[in-house]
């Protein structure tokens, strides 16, 4: 079982950056895909990135691709969201997740274990 903390949200102007960190207790990263979603009140959550536990494979939705980066850390079980170039509508509640995945997987419902999410918000 793997237990997400997300850190490192927060009130930022348009055009500028935030990292988010995702520290993960239990098992380490060896067995899971570490991903971020993002959701907006009365919208659905929506995936952003996720990255395989080697960290070789990436994935990212085509509205942060360029701006946004995924990494992780196995020796510290962190996984990171550089966000650059932010824009207002990059607005939301960031949730990091794992899913037992033997390739990077996307869809929300493949992801088991959520952290309690750490909001970001870009003013125009």
């Known amino acids: 079982q793997v237990q997400p903390v997300e850190s490192g949200g927060g009130l930022v102007q348009a055009g500028g950056s935030l990292r988010l960190s995702c520290a993960a207790s239990g098992r380490t990263f060896s067995t899971y895909v570490m991903a971020w979603f993002r959701q907006v009140p009365g919208k659905e959550r929506e995936f952003v990135a996720a990255?395989?536990?080697?960290?070789?494979?990436?994935r990212y939705a085509d509205s942060v691709k360029g701006r946004f980066t995924i990494s992780n850390d196995n020796a510290k079980n962190t996984v990171y969201l550089q966000m650059n170039s932010l824009k207002p509508e990059d607005t939301a509640v960031y949730y990091c997740a794992a899913a037992r995945a033997r390739v990077v997987v996307t869809s929300v419902n493949e992801y088991v274990y959520w952290g309690q999410g750490t909001p970001v918000t870009v003013s125009s």
């Open positions: 990255i395989s536990w080697n960290g070789v494979s990436t």
